[in-house]
């Protein structure tokens, strides 16, 4: 069945430097890739998206690249502040969406050291 | 409105107790979603409806039924519950052609 594989598990970087997170989907279809971005005890919340019609996306100290060809995709944030650590959740669907699916990756868990 | 709201915050209940989750939406979204959520773990897709009428099941117990009484509203009917069955649960809604966002969630505790 198709499948979202994330990684690392937990990565922990130093405040002001970069953190890259990979995901790679399985299901060819997919066509919609959100970041997720989930504090202790909170809802996940969307921080960026990008869709199959573009390679790279940008918001502030956030950006997504996408490799079609390859099945995969990644989150880069810049300039690390502690406010980044959380959990960050990848997903792949198909839109429009005929079957309302969202198959997430299974996570990473960021730590920015002060 | 662009939230999705959810109560209760907090519910604990007895493995023979019927309880009920409740989700509101007034975005306009047609495609509401309960997410089962366990520590560290991705939320686990358990059911969506679409235009009201429920397109998805993923095999979940039967000791779980969600109703949708209309565009705006999903309810969750909780019966016979087991300990694992404690955990965040999390509704969420979307349009076919946009992003999913998430209620604030259920924390549910089976004693």
């Known amino acids: 069945g198709e499948n979202v594989e994330q990684h690392p598990s937990t990565l922990s970087v130093q405040e002001g430097d970069s953190a890259v997170i990979k995901c790679t989907y399985s299901?060819?279809?997919?066509?919609?890739f959100p970041w997720y971005k989930q504090e202790l005890g909170k809802r996940p919340q969307l921080i960026i998206d990008?869709?199959?019609?573009?390679g790279e996306k940008k918001d502030q100290r956030i950006a997504v690249t996408l490799n079609k060809t390859a099945k995969h995709f990644s989150l880069h944030i810049t300039e690390t502040q502690p406010e980044d650590s959380a959990v960050y959740f990848c997903?792949?669907?198909?839109?429009?969406?005929?079957?309302?699916?969202?198959?997430f990756g299974t996570g990473t868990r960021l730590k920015v050291l002060a | 409105d662009t939230e999705v709201t959810q109560t209760p915050k907090h519910l604990v209940m007895g493995m023979t107790n019927k309880k009920s989750l409740k989700c509101e939406q007034h975005?306009?979204?047609?495609?509401m979603y309960w997410y089962k959520q366990k520590a560290k773990k991705p939320p686990e897709l358990m059911f969506v409806?679409?235009?009201?009428?429920?397109?998805i099941n993923e095999s979940v117990p039967s000791r779980f039924s969600p109703e949708c009484p209309n565009s705006s509203l999903l309810n969750l009917h909780l019966h016979a519950l087991q300990p694992e069955d404690s955990a965040l649960y999390l509704c969420?809604?979307?349009?076919?052609?946009?992003?999913?966002?998430f209620g604030p969630g259920t924390r549910l505790t089976v004693l």
């Open positions: 299901d060819s279809a997919s066509n919609y």
């Open positions: 997903a792949a669907s198909t839109l429009p969406s005929g079957t309302y699916k969202y198959i």
């Open positions: 975005m306009g979204h047609r495609a």
């Open positions: 990008i869709r199959s019609n573009v």
């Open positions: 409806y679409s235009y009201e009428k429920l397109s």
């Open positions: 969420a809604s979307s349009l076919p052609t946009n992003e999913q966002f």
